[in-house]
């Protein structure tokens, strides 16, 4: 599969070079005929962090290293094979090592909904491409929250899946006790489609019941807490049992653990980058901080997530657990770029404060428009649940969003901006 460069004048396919190049959200388009299959009629991008055979991942670095891959990785095959038509690589953060979008080389992707506010990380191309049309889903990674943390940013839906569900083989590593492969669409009906291409004959049961996280929406901006209470309510008219359960203990016995082992491990994995200096500053010193965890501490932080989650009773009461991807409304672009006056430190935490549990716990988790906020930017709340219940998790995004826009709204700025394009 042949890839080129996002120079609209230079390429076949206008309509999609143009729009990508004046969103910043590829750094390579590639024509791919779909074929027949399960996933025919349905285009995907990648984000650029997948071995394509003939083509080294650039993992939002500018300086590639190692050979180029001899194979596509696992996913790419099975999507191409189920007949999606891959059309692009996504921009992306890079190493996937950051929540807010920020990419100081290629620059950050523009949001459609507004270019002043983030477009949220680490599948920041990803999330950007599909809200803006441009196709149909996309793939993208979770470490921390990297598909849920744009799917906000961007209003769009996202699947974050069980651990081990959608195979890692050919994908860069970043945290691999936490990295997990996953998919942003417009809505869950495209992305019913394409779990059922990792989860085989298995079928979807019913959610009956499920924890509101009150303690984690009331102290969220009174924007995001309405709209995810008035989602909760739509929830309860159709007859479901939700009931109030506290979860802020356990994201804060949680956070610690993810913490330590995301930063050693992502050291472990890349800190012979920062040999050569070309490593942007920010980047730099997080790999420098991981390398400075002590062996055992990393061990103890595994271990202590592991006994969390097999303490974890939640899951014996309910069938999934409600609550919103981030506390804040999206925050604007200076607020996350390190060399701005108006940075913010504990903004650029705050976008993975929701987020992070769930993957330290092994947890599945589906992410969807559920509301806007005071600025005009869209509110996304997450169902999460126990591992393996994906298909549930998904069938009941649908449910909500057969009776809802919220998902299909056309971003605010995205005409403005290919005009000023073009």
């Known amino acids: 599969m042949l890839a080129t460069p996002l120079r609209a004048a230079e390429t ?25 299959g399960p996933l025919a009629g349905l285009s995907y ?22 050979g180029v891959p001899q194979r596509d990785a696992a996913v790419l095959s099975m999507l191409d094979m189920a007949g999606a038509a891959r059309c692009g690589y996504a921009q992306m953060t890079p190493l996937a ?49 990297s598909l849920r ?23 860069m590593a970043l945290s691999p006790s936490l990295d997990v492969l996953g998919f942003l669409a417009r809505g869950a009906r495209t992305l019913e489609r394409v779990a059922a291409l990792f989860t085989g004959s298995k079928s979807a049961q019913p959610i009956a019941t499920i924890a509101v996280a009150n303690d984690l929406i009331a102290p969220s901006d009174p924007t995001i807490a309405r709209a995810v209470e008035n989602l909760a309510t739509r929830l309860k008219v159709g007859g479901r049992r939700l009931t109030p359960e506290p979860l802020a203990a356990l994201l804060k016995a949680c956070d610690g653990p993810v913490l330590d082992v995301l930063q050693a491990e992502s050291a472990a994995e890349h800190g012979w980058r920062l040999a050569d200096g070309t490593l942007e500053p920010t980047l730099a010193a997080r790999l420098r901080k991981g390398l400075a965890i002590p062996p055992e501490q990393a061990i103890e932080a595994r271990a202590r997530l592991k006994a969390i989650a097999g303490a974890l009773s939640l899951f014996r009461q309910h069938d999934a657990i409600l609550l919103p991807v981030m ?96």
């Open 149 to 171: 943390i744009p799917a906000q940013c961007c209003g769009v839906t996202a699947w974050k899946p069980t651990p081990g569900l959608v195979p890692l083989a050919g994908a």
């Open 97 to 145: 090592f950051e929540p807010s979008g920020g990419n100081a080389a290629y620059g950050r992707p523009l949001n459609p909904w507004n270019p002043a506010r983030i477009c949220g990380g680490s599948s920041s191309g990803s999330a950007v491409a599909v809200a803006a049309g441009l196709t149909d889903f996309a793939i993208g990674s979770d470490t921390a929250g």
């Open 327 to 422: 506390p804040i409304v999206t925050p604007e672009v200076a607020a996350c770029e390190p060399g701005s006056p108006a940075f913010s430190g504990r903004t650029l935490y705050a976008l993975s404060a929701y987020t992070r549990f769930v993957n330290g716990l092994g947890l599945a988790a589906v992410a969807l428009p559920c509301g806007f906020d005071e600025n005009g930017m869209p509110i996304v709340a997450q169902l999460v649940g126990p591992a393996g219940s994906d298909l549930s998790l998904l069938a009941l995004a649908a449910e909500i969003q057969r009776d809802s826009d919220w998902h299909a709204v056309r971003p605010a700025a995205l005409d403005s901006l290919l005009e000023a394009s073009s």
């Open 45 to 66: 991008v990648a984000k650029d962090l997948l071995d394509v055979a003939g083509r080294r991942p650039g993992c939002g670095l500018t300086a590639g290293a190692g």
């Open 12 to 36: 076949p396919s206008l309509a999609l070079a143009g729009r990508a190049a004046a969103l910043r959200c590829l750094v390579e388009r590639c024509d791919a005929p779909g074929r027949s």
